[in-house]
């Protein structure tokens, strides 16, 4: 089992860019999907971006896609998030999930509000103001 911490959150303005890390401890962290996944004020917890475990490939919402870029990297056991031209609407708290059997396509088919992965961090808020 692995354990996950997230940094990098804060205030930017909207257009701006922030990147947001993953820190994992644990055994095995290589083979796991690495995930993230956003929940805004009064909403559900929805799917943001996930990578395989080798990192080959990557999934993305479509609100998001061509502004942020999910990787991993597994000999520092860290995952990163880079977020650019931010919107407000990008507002939320942001988790970072790691699961051994789930692949990075069935991550991003999971159901809004599920929270059926391995591990999950705590949460790093990110606002976007206009």
């Known amino acids: 089992q692995v354990q996950l911490v997230e940094s990098g959150g804060g205030l930017v303005q909207a257009g701006g860019s922030l990147t947001l890390s993953c820190a994992a401890s644990g055994r095995a962290f290589s083979i796991y999907t690495m995930g993230w996944f956003r929940q805004a004020p009064g909403k559900e917890r929805e799917f943001v971006a996930s990578?395989?475990?080798?990192?080959?490939?990557?999934y993305y919402a479509g609100s998001v896609k061509g502004r942020f870029t999910i990787s991993k990297d597994s000999a520092q056991k860290a995952g990163h998030l880079q977020m650019n031209s931010l919107q407000p609407e990008d507002t939320a708290v942001y988790y970072c999930?790691?699961?051994?059997?789930?692949?990075?396509?069935?991550?991003?088919?999971?159901?809004?509000?599920?929270?059926?992965?391995?591990?999950w961090g705590q949460g790093t808020l990110v606002t976007v103001s206009s």
């Open positions: 999930a790691a699961d051994r059997s789930t692949t990075a396509q069935a991550m991003s088919s999971m159901p809004v509000g599920s929270k059926a992965l391995d591990a």
């Open positions: 990578i395989s475990w080798n990192g080959g490939i990557t």
